[in-house]
């Protein structure tokens, strides 16, 4: 009789969303992915900013295929260049928590949670700041 059937387990948040749903499905509802988008903004690839419309939601931590649960606290968005990228080379990611930045960052890249290590164990980071430039000398 369970030959062909799969027990799921469904984690609901407590709006109703659907958080997590186990091994059994592999692909992300609409409703975690909406979380998962609330919650990274953008591709968390270090130095990315590309719009959720451009990503996919990736098995951060731990692939599916080697056993990672389908869960909003195993996704990121990754763009569609990021997520080849992270895939081909054997990175791994992990959820550090989300920083809370001092100071007005406008307009510059922060750190999006996410930590990235490369297969040698190096972390991947955002790079230094560049000072901006003096503004142009005015005309007398």
Request: aromatic letters at 4%; proline letters at 8%.
């Amino acid at each position: 009789m369970a030959c062909d059937s799969a027990i799921t387990r469904v984690v609901f948040g407590p709006d109703g969303a659907v958080l997590d749903v186990g091994r059994a499905q592999r692909t992300v509802t609409g409703q975690m992915r909406r979380a998962v988008i609330a919650r990274d903004e953008h591709c968390v690839y270090p130095g990315c900013d590309q719009p959720p419309s451009r990503c996919e939601v990736h098995h951060a931590v731990r692939h599916w295929a080697d056993g990672g649960d389908t869960s909003v606290a195993n996704s990121a968005l990754l763009c569609w260049h990021h997520h080849a990228l992270v895939d081909a080379h054997g990175i791994s990611m992990r959820w550090a928590g989300k920083p809370t930045p001092d100071t007005d960052t406008t307009g510059t890249l922060i750190e999006t949670g996410w930590v990235f290590t490369d297969a040698r164990g190096h972390r991947i980071r955002l790079p230094d700041a560049i000072a901006p430039l003096p503004p142009p000398a005015q005309a007398a």
